[in-house]
């Protein structure tokens, strides 16, 4: 069975310092994981996504994150954070359930939250 | 303008009273899904479907229906609501869902508050 954990529920940074939200999966066959964001009162948003191209994805507003198998970790991070990146972060891994179908399971969610 | 609609965005109602919530996407997207957001446990799938006619369980589908009747809309159903089913609700849709590679397109969410 797949399963998804974000290491810290709460990450505090201040603004221009770098951003490190951390994600560890496990899974049965080869998934793919997502990385989305969703700011206060809205809906999630697609940040990005591995699906066994590249190990190190790029994604939207400067995000990115690298794959790493043999960690089973898919932590993203970013350079330099900005108040505009204070919101919930959702980590995903998609993969093949016991019927056949594939299931997305979520992490518990991140709150980064960004000091000026 | 590509989107998910969900309604009503806001709801509260009573133990027992009979409520449907409607999503609707207007990307002709196969996929579509039911989620539910708690504090502290993220989002956890309720029903989705793969097509027109094709649903199937979630993690915690208990309590609640949904149906497919057209490609479009996917409303989900509590026919005898709780208060333990006081929660945000998001709707997603995607293109397809055959190798769970594709992004999922959320609507904006629908708080209901069951007394």
């Known amino acids: 069975a797949q399963s998804v954990t974000q290491l810290d529920s709460h990450v505090s940074v201040s603004e221009g310092t770098p951003v490190l939200l951390r994600c560890n999966y496990s899974?049965?066959?080869?998934?793919?994981l997502f990385w989305y964001v969703q700011h206060p009162n809205k809906g999630l948003q697609l940040l990005l996504k591995?699906?066994?191209?590249?190990?190190l994805v790029k994604g939207i507003n400067g995000f990115e994150a690298e794959f790493k198998k043999s960690e089973t970790s898919f932590h993203l991070t970013k350079p330099s954070a900005h108040m505009s990146d204070a919101a919930e972060y959702f980590c995903?891994?998609?993969?093949?359930?016991?019927?056949?179908?594939?299931?997305?399971?979520f992490g518990r969610g991140t709150s980064l939250i960004v000091h000026p | 303008e590509a989107q998910v609609t969900q309604n009503p965005r806001y709801l509260i109602t009573v133990t027992g009273k009979k409520l449907t919530v409607t999503c609707s996407q207007n990307?002709?997207?196969?996929?579509m899904s039911w989620y539910r957001q708690d504090p502290g446990l993220g989002l956890r799938q309720i029903y989705y479907?793969?097509?027109?006619?094709?649903?199937d369980k979630g993690d915690v589908p208990e309590g609640y229906k949904v149906s497919r009747k057209e490609k479009r809309n996917f409303p989900l159903i509590l026919e005898s609501p709780s208060p333990n089913q006081t929660s945000l609700y998001f709707c997603?849709?995607?293109?397809?869902?055959?190798?769970?590679?594709?992004?999922?397109?959320f609507g904006p969410g629908t708080r209901l508050t069951v007394l």
């Open positions: 995903v891994v998609s993969d093949r359930g016991s019927g056949g179908s594939y299931i997305p399971t």
């Open positions: 591995y699906t066994s191209a590249a190990t």
């Open positions: 990307m002709n997207h196969e996929y």
């Open positions: 899974s049965s066959y080869s998934p793919s």
């Open positions: 997603a849709s995607s293109l397809v869902w055959s190798n769970g590679e594709n992004e999922q397109f």
């Open positions: 479907s793969m097509n027109v006619e094709v649903t």
